[in-house]
C-alpha cells in the first residue's frame, strides 16, 4: 500500500510541474477563465500508461554496462 501511496505523490507532483509550465505560458494564461482556474487539478492521470509500455527493437542491442 505504501508504494501506491508513493506513486500517488509522485504523479500528482509531476502533474503540478506540467500544469505550471502550461501556466507560464503567456498566450494560454490569457485564455484561462476564473471558471478553467477553479477547474485546476494535478490528479489526472490520462496521460499514463498503468501497465507500461515497451517499445522493443530487435534490430539494436542494449548496451548493459558492469562494474
Not at 34 to 40: C, Q, S
Not at 55 to 67: E, F
Request: hydrophobic content about 50%.
Amino acid at each position: 500500500m505504501l508504494c501506491l501511496r508513493v506513486l500517488q505523490s509522485a504523479l500528482v507532483y509531476v502533474n503540478t510541474l506540467m500544469v505550471q509550465d502550461v501556466l507560464a505560458d503567456k498566450a494560454w494564461a490569457d485564455q484561462m477563465t476564473e471558471v478553467d482556474h477553479r477547474g485546476l487539478t494535478p490528479l489526472f492521470w490520462t496521460h499514463i500508461a498503468p501497465y507500461g509500455e515497451i517499445r522493443l527493437n530487435m534490430q539494436h542491442r542494449l548496451s548493459l554496462m558492469t562494474s
